[in-house]
């Protein structure tokens, strides 16, 4: 709790028109990129669609002109998927700074005990 009530939980929600909160991403997982809020929820949602992809997640990596750009991290199920076909698809569905600079394909990601994807660890390169 801070000294003037609020409660600082790390998490970022939206307000809808009846007063709910809903939670929609964690602030540390959130991508500045040139001053835009990027949710690796939602570049990971329209990716997961991509036919060929099992798993995938995004994450903000430094870089030196916007400050942040998105890097995914894909578990293919199709050994055929290409790069340039992941970047195609994500250009005619993601907004230009929304979009991944760099794709890193692997066998597996990183999980807890309950299955949740550690982007911590493919953010800070320990995966």
């Known amino acids: 709790m ?3 009530g609020f409660f600082r939980s790390g998490d970022v929600g939206v307000l809808d028109k009846r007063g709910y909160v809903k939670i929609v991403d964690r602030k540390k997982d959130m991508i500045l990129v040139s001053g835009f809020n990027v949710y690796p929820n939602e570049i990971e949602d329209v990716v997961a669609m991509l036919p060929g992809v099992f798993e995938v997640a995004a994450v903000g990596v430094k870089d030196q002109n916007s400050g942040e750009a998105v890097k995914l991290f894909i578990v293919r199920k199709d ?8 970047m195609a698809y994500c250009k005619e569905r ?3 700074y929304k979009r991944p ?8 990601l990183p999980k807890s005990n309950v ?3 550690l982007r911590r660890e493919l953010r800070d390169g320990r995966a």
Do not use: Q
């Open 94 to 96: 993601l907004t230009g």
């Open 2 to 4: 801070t000294p003037d």
């Open 79 to 86: 050994p055929s998927l290409t790069e340039a076909d992941v």
């Open 101 to 108: 600079r760099m794709i890193e394909f692997r066998n597996d």
């Open 115 to 117: 299955g949740k994807i």
